[in-house]
Each structure stands twice: as structure tokens, then as C-alpha cells.
């Protein structure tokens, strides 16, 4: 049973190793654990630092999968690792068990374990980031360089489809006739990302809000407190 907590323990601590924040240690910048690091890290340190640290967090989510896999694991396992690659990401050990949102690992986690299921929960995502972004790309009040900056301002759409397209996985794993094992891991993905939605820095949140239910649904919709 000691190799089993032994990967417990390796996938959790590859993905809370903090690349994102290295990155921008390296050159000088701080990042605040409130915003979001890829979208910081592409605008303030620079755009490969920013690519890199996207490739790197859904490289974790397939390193854990395939490593497990490769060393032998039953398939529980090897899932049970892909999710707590994930945890580790949200609560990492290395920041102060205050990390990110764990939307791209989990998205790797997810396609490494069922390509096909991931492919059709894309759909309300790519929705999401469509509503999104195309309404700014057709605005020719704005230069070019604005119209494709990486990120932009907060959106509905976005994790609203973000939401919607974990929360089916599951289920379309299931009628995909994919393992147990697997859409029981994604049932737990989606219970991971609402919990670190509904509990990052709620205090502060909390402390100024008129209404507190309002900033529970909020922030379980759209991923933050105040439209």
C-alpha cells in the first residue's frame, strides 16, 4: 500500500510545484496570490514565459496520468493521481496551500484519462470563450494588439462554460462507457474546482458584501464575489 501513498503524494506535490510563480520570481515580479497567474505572468514578465507556464501546468496533468500508468498502477489509482495532481495545484504546499483555480491541469488530468469525454465537455467551454472574446475581436474601436491581448476583462461566459463543461464530464464519461473508476475521479474534479471557487480569500469577500449569498453564488457561477 506504500507505493499507492507514495504516488498519492508525488502527483500532489507535481502539481503544486510552482512554476508560474518561479518564472516571475526569476525576473523580479511578484504575483499576488488573488489574481490569475498565467494571465499575469503572460503580461508582466513576458509572452514565452507565459506560454511556457500554460504548457507546464497541462503538462502535469499528463505527466502524472501516463507516468502512473507506465509504472503499473490499476487505473484507480492512475485516476486517483491525476486528481490529486489537480488538488495540488489548487492548495499547493509550496505557496501556502493558496494556488490556483486548477481549470488547466484539469483539463489535462481529464483529456489524459478520457480524450473522447473531454472532447465533448469542450463544447460548452469553447461556447464560454466564444461569447467571450468574439465581441472584442469584432471591435474596431480597439488596435489590433488590444482585440488579441491574452485575458481581458472578467467574464460571465467564461466560467459560467468552464463550469458547465467539467460538471458534464462525468456524465458523458459515463454514456461514453468509460471505467467507473474514472467518471467517479471526474465527479470529485468537479466537487475540487467548487470548493476552491467557493473558499479562495471568501473572508475578505465576505467582510464586504452586502449580501453573503449572493457572493457564494457568484462565485460558484463565475468565479468571483461581485459582477
Same mark, same amino acid.
Given at each position: 500500500?506504500?507505493?499507492?501513498?507514495? *504516488?498519492?503524494a508525488c502527483a500532489y506535490l507535481i502539481g503544486s510545484? #510552482?512554476? *508560474?510563480?518561479?518564472?516571475?520570481?526569476?525576473?523580479?515580479? +511578484? =504575483?499576488?496570490?488573488e489574481e490569475d497567474f498565467h494571465i499575469a505572468v503572460w503580461h508582466r514578465v513576458g509572452r514565452p514565459q507565459g506560454a511556457i507556464g500554460i504548457i507546464g501546468d497541462f503538462a502535469k496533468g499528463v505527466l502524472v496520468v501516463f507516468g502512473s500508468r507506465a509504472l503499473g498502477f490499476d487505473l484507480v489509482w492512475v485516476a486517483l493521481?491525476? *486528481?490529486?495532481? &489537480? &488538488? +495540488?495545484?489548487?492548495w499547493p504546499i509550496f505557496l501556502g496551500f493558496d494556488g490556483e483555480k486548477g481549470n488547466s491541469i484539469g483539463l489535462a488530468t481529464a483529456g489524459s484519462? $478520457? #480524450?473522447w469525454a473531454l472532447f465533448i465537455s =469542450?463544447? #460548452?467551454?469553447?461556447?464560454?470563450? $466564444? &461569447?467571450r472574446t468574439i465581441p472584442r475581436l469584432r471591435d474596431r474601436s480597439k488596435s489590433a494588439d488590444e482585440r488579441l491581448k491574452f485575458g481581458g476583462p472578467p467574464s460571465n461566459?467564461?466560467?459560467l462554460g468552464m463550469l458547465v463543461g467539467f460538471s458534464v464530464l462525468p456524465l458523458v464519461a459515463w454514456g461514453l462507457g468509460y471505467p467507473p473508476q474514472i467518471y467517479w475521479v471526474f465527479v470529485g474534479l468537479v466537487f475540487a474546482i467548487l470548493l476552491r471557487r467557493l473558499t479562495a480569500h471568501v473572508r475578505r469577500d465576505l467582510r464586504v458584501a452586502a449580501r453573503k449569498r449572493e457572493v457564494f453564488i457568484n462565485r460558484a457561477l463565475y468565479d468571483r464575489s461581485f459582477l
Amino acid at each position: 500500500m506504500w507505493h499507492e501513498a507514495a *504516488l498519492m503524494a508525488c502527483a500532489y506535490l507535481i502539481g503544486s510545484f #510552482p512554476l *508560474l510563480w518561479i518564472m516571475a520570481r526569476m525576473r523580479g515580479v +511578484g =504575483l499576488h496570490k488573488e489574481e490569475d497567474f498565467h494571465i499575469a505572468v503572460w503580461h508582466r514578465v513576458g509572452r514565452p514565459q507565459g506560454a511556457i507556464g500554460i504548457i507546464g501546468d497541462f503538462a502535469k496533468g499528463v505527466l502524472v496520468v501516463f507516468g502512473s500508468r507506465a509504472l503499473g498502477f490499476d487505473l484507480v489509482w492512475v485516476a486517483l493521481a491525476g *486528481l490529486a495532481a &489537480v &488538488v +495540488g495545484q489548487m492548495w499547493p504546499i509550496f505557496l501556502g496551500f493558496d494556488g490556483e483555480k486548477g481549470n488547466s491541469i484539469g483539463l489535462a488530468t481529464a483529456g489524459s484519462l $478520457a #480524450p473522447w469525454a473531454l472532447f465533448i465537455s =469542450l463544447v #460548452p467551454i469553447a461556447l464560454g470563450a $466564444a &461569447v467571450r472574446t468574439i465581441p472584442r475581436l469584432r471591435d474596431r474601436s480597439k488596435s489590433a494588439d488590444e482585440r488579441l491581448k491574452f485575458g481581458g476583462p472578467p467574464s460571465n461566459s467564461l466560467p459560467l462554460g468552464m463550469l458547465v463543461g467539467f460538471s458534464v464530464l462525468p456524465l458523458v464519461a459515463w454514456g461514453l462507457g468509460y471505467p467507473p473508476q474514472i467518471y467517479w475521479v471526474f465527479v470529485g474534479l468537479v466537487f475540487a474546482i467548487l470548493l476552491r471557487r467557493l473558499t479562495a480569500h471568501v473572508r475578505r469577500d465576505l467582510r464586504v458584501a452586502a449580501r453573503k449569498r449572493e457572493v457564494f453564488i457568484n462565485r460558484a457561477l463565475y468565479d468571483r464575489s461581485f459582477l
